[in-house]
T-cell receptor, first 114, second 117 residues
Framework: KQEVTQIPAALSVPEGENLVLNCSFT??????LQWFRQDPGKGLTSLLL?????REQTSGRLNASLDKSSGRSTLYIAASQPGDSATYLC?????????????FGKGTHLIIQP | GAGVSQSPSNKVTEKGKDVELRCDPI?????LYWYRQSLGQGLEFLIY????????KSGLPSDRFSAERTGGSVSTLTIQRTQQEDSAVYLC???????????????FGPGTRLTVL
């Protein structure tokens, strides 16, 4: 059974800092890995999807890396802003090799202090 | 274009009653997913539809939970004889999967907050 762990569970940093969120998964036979953000009381917004054949993806100030062999992914946020405050979730396909539902980590609750 | 929509946004019900939650996926998306987010439990996969069929029902927590999808579009998640532990936010997502690709991004709706008294 796939299990996803995110570290840290919570993080509070001053505006402008660069930061790294970590995600690890137990079954490395995955097709992809996705990073989402969730704002309070709202649904999830997809940030980045990394294919299994890729090692990283970039979107603006966000960069996500994937190391399948070690079962790890990191989300790098450059020059953090108060608007980045949210819960960040990583997710991999539920059944490892399949791509039906997603298994999520419990998230990193991020607060960027103005 | 319109995103995934869900209704109702909030539902309060009494223990033992049945509830129906609705999901309207993004037009043209063939795959539809239901998840549950409970306080302290994180997001939990419930069921997946490809078209109108549900090849993966493994995440449904009990036989009180069922879901259907008609016309390859709208889906309804039904919970019978609700229990207090069913209280959660129920999220729906859809993805394109038009070519059978296994790597499409899932787009989420805002969720239905269910409270069972």
């Amino acid at each position: 059974k796939q299990e996803v762990t995110q570290i840290p569970a919570a993080l509070s940093v001053p505006e402008g800092e660069n930061l790294v969120l970590n995600c690890s998964f137990t079954d490395s036979a995955i097709y992809n890995l996705q990073w989402f953000r969730q704002d309070p009381g709202k649904g999830l917004t997809s940030l980045l999807l990394i294919q299994s054949s890729q090692r990283e993806q970039t979107s603006g100030r966000l960069n996500a890396s994937l190391d399948k062999s070690s079962g790890r992914s990191t989300l790098y946020i450059a020059a953090s802003q108060p608007g980045d405050s949210a819960t960040y979730l990583c997710a991999v396909p539920y059944s490892g090799g399949g791509a039906d539902g997603l298994t999520f980590g419990k998230g990193t609750h991020l607060i960027i202090q103005p | 274009g319109a995103g995934v929509s869900q209704s109702p946004s909030n539902k309060v019900t009494e223990k033992g009653k049945d509830v129906e939650l609705r999901c309207d996926p993004i037009s043209g998306h063939t795959a539809l997913y239901w998840y549950r987010q409970s306080l302290g439990q994180g997001l939990e996969f419930l069921i997946y539809f490809q078209g109108n069929s549900a090849p993966d029902k493994s995440g449904l927590p009990s036989d009180r939970f069922s879901a259907e999808r008609t016309g390859g579009s709208v889906s309804t998640l039904t919970i019978q004889r609700t229990q207090q532990e069913d209280s959660a936010v129920y999220l729906c997502a859809s993805s394109l999967r038009s070519s059978g690709s296994l790597t499409d991004t899932q787009y989420f709706g805002p969720g239905t907050r269910l409270t069972v008294l």
